[in-house]
C-alpha cells in the first residue's frame, strides 16, 4: 500500500494560493491520487483526483508530476471557509488488498 | 438525495453497555464504509462491504466490534461491551461503482460522536 507524507499543519491569508504537497514514493501503476477536505464536526468531502499531470475543477487544481512520487493541492484565493483538515490518499478500489489511508492529513489554518 | 445518513448523532453510555450505531448509504450505492476518528489515531477504516457483503474488516479493534449490513440500505456498528477507550466519532460512508478508472468518491455520513464513561 502506497503510503503518504503530508505537512501537519499550514497557515495562510485569505486571498493567497495554498499549496499543499503530499509524498507518496511507492505508488503502484494503477493507483490514483485523491484529496479530501474535512471541517469540524463533519465526515470528509472528496476535493478533487487525478492520475497524471495537472487535473482542475471549480474547487482545486492538482498537480501531479511524471514520476508520481508527489503531488500538490492548490487553492486559488484562499478564504476562512477554506480552514479544514485535508487528506491526500493514494490507491485503487479494484485491487482485493487495497485499503483506506486516510493519514493525519493537513491542518490548513486561514487567516483574515 | 438526502446523503448518508447516521443515527444517532451523540450518544453518551457508560462502560460495559452495548453500543449500535446506525447507517443509511445512499439509495444505489454498493459499497458501505465505517470509520473511526480520533485525535490520537485520525481517521481509520474500520470495515467495508460491497453489495452487503463484509469484504475486508481488518480494521476492526477487536472481537468486541461487529458489524452487519442486512440490506442495502441500513448497517449496524456494534460494541459490546464498550469501553472508555471506545470513545470517538464514527463515520459511515458509502459510494457507487462506476466502472471507470480511478477511485470513485465516497459519501461521507454526519457521524456519531460516542462517548463512553
Known amino acids: 500500500l502506497a503510503k503518504t507524507t503530508q505537512p501537519i499543519s499550514m497557515d495562510s491569508y485569505e486571498g493567497q494560493e495554498v499549496n499543499i504537497t503530499c509524498s507518496h514514493n511507492n505508488i503502484a501503476t494503477n493507483d490514483y491520487i485523491t484529496w479530501y477536505q474535512q471541517f469540524p464536526s463533519q465526515g470528509p468531502r472528496f476535493i478533487i483526483q487525478?492520475?497524471?499531470t495537472k487535473v482542475t475543477n471549480e474547487v482545486a487544481s492538482l498537480f501531479i508530476p511524471a514520476d508520481r512520487k508527489s503531488s500538490t493541492l492548490s487553492l486559488p484565493r484562499v478564504s476562512l471557509s477554506d480552514t479544514a483538515v485535508y487528506y491526500c490518499l493514494v490507491g485503487t478500489w479494484y485491487s482485493s488488498a487495497s485499503k483506506i489511508i486516510f493519514g493525519s492529513g493537513t491542518r490548513l489554518s486561514i487567516r483574515p | 438525495d438526502a446523503g448518508v445518513i447516521q443515527s444517532p448523532r451523540h450518544e453518551v453510555t457508560e462502560m460495559g453497555q452495548e453500543v449500535t450505531l446506525r447507517c443509511k448509504p445512499i439509495?444505489?450505492?454498493?459499497?458501505l464504509f465505517w470509520y473511526r476518528q480520533t485525535m490520537m489515531r485520525g481517521l481509520e477504516l474500520l470495515i467495508y462491504?460491497?453489495?452487503?457483503?463484509?469484504?475486508?474488516d481488518s480494521g476492526m479493534p477487536e472481537d468486541r466490534f461487529s458489524a452487519k449490513m442486512p440490506n442495502a440500505s441500513f448497517s449496524t456498528l456494534k460494541i459490546q461491551p464498550s469501553e472508555p477507550r471506545d470513545s470517538a466519532v464514527y463515520f459511515c460512508a458509502s459510494r457507487r461503482t462506476s466502472g471507470g478508472a480511478g477511485t470513485d468518491t465516497q459519501y461521507f455520513g454526519p457521524g456519531t460522536r460516542l462517548t463512553v464513561l
Open positions: 487525478g492520475y497524471k
Open positions: 439509495s444505489g450505492h454498493d459499497y
Open positions: 462491504f460491497n453489495n452487503n457483503v463484509p469484504i475486508d
